[in-house]
């Protein structure tokens, strides 16, 4: 990313906040490792540094998930726990969880940020993510009635509809500085569920829909990741709560994606 031409926008646009969503995602960035090491770590930096001088006020920067490992806990994982991830994405990820915190101690800039599970929306079409299945499934149910799942039926997942990821993005921006005490990123969490779940789910309005199982590469990311997550410390500095479970999730995607 050009930093030059970075630093003219925020000067000419008179931007305070920037909420830096760039990414090369787990699935896809394990087919080009330097490629999204460089997108994921030189678009961070090029932020802080603004920040850092005064150019910028405040920055979301997203984290993932993916900074778990295989040594995590799996179940309710923590705030603070084993973070040994085993993908590209993941150690781009818990390596910029530190560059954030350490800008925030060193140079008193103010980043926030989310650990993201799986995000589900209707807008947009899956982008090279493991957990992009469960959008995926939703297109395919209603194209074709059945779907190829590259992951095992039982594989649990942290999942979270857009809505509620976008309201978690807003609030925790809109949080006065002294309540966002955690400066690398906070466990965010909605509900987790597998394949076999999310389709017996949609067979509630698609009665006749299959699935069918092939797995491939991806099986090997999401087995290191968590299958639930602990956010109590998002819920209690600064108010976070879901509000879109399985079944009603499935209702809106289903109801939009009819178009």
Known sequence: MDYDAIQDVVINYEITDVYLMAAMLSATAEK????AWNLNMNSLFNILNLARDGKIDRIFWPS??????PTTTK??????????????YGISKQTGERWCEYYHNKYGVDVRSVRYPGLISYKTQPGGGTTDYAV????????HKKYICFLNEENTLPMMFMDD???????????APEDV???????????SFNPKQITESIQK??????????LDFRQDIADSWPQS????????????????DLDEMTKIMIENLKG
């Open 75 to 88: 179940e309710n994982t923590p705030q603070h726990s084993i973070m040994e991830p085993s993908t590209v």
């Open 32 to 35: 080009f490792p330097m490629k």
């Open 181 to 191: 005490k955690i400066r690398n990123a906070y466990n965010l969490a909605a509900m």
């Open 136 to 143: 995926d499934i939703y297109h395919k149910a209603l194209k």
């Open 229 to 244: 997550i602990d956010d109590s410390l998002a819920r209690k500095d600064w108010g976070w709560e879901p509000e879109i």
């Open 64 to 69: 993932s998930i993916a900074v778990f490992g």
């Open 205 to 214: 309005h698609i009665p006749d829909f299959k699935i069918k199982y092939e």
């Open 165 to 175: 990821a976008i309201r978690a993005t807003v609030n925790i921006m809109l949080a």
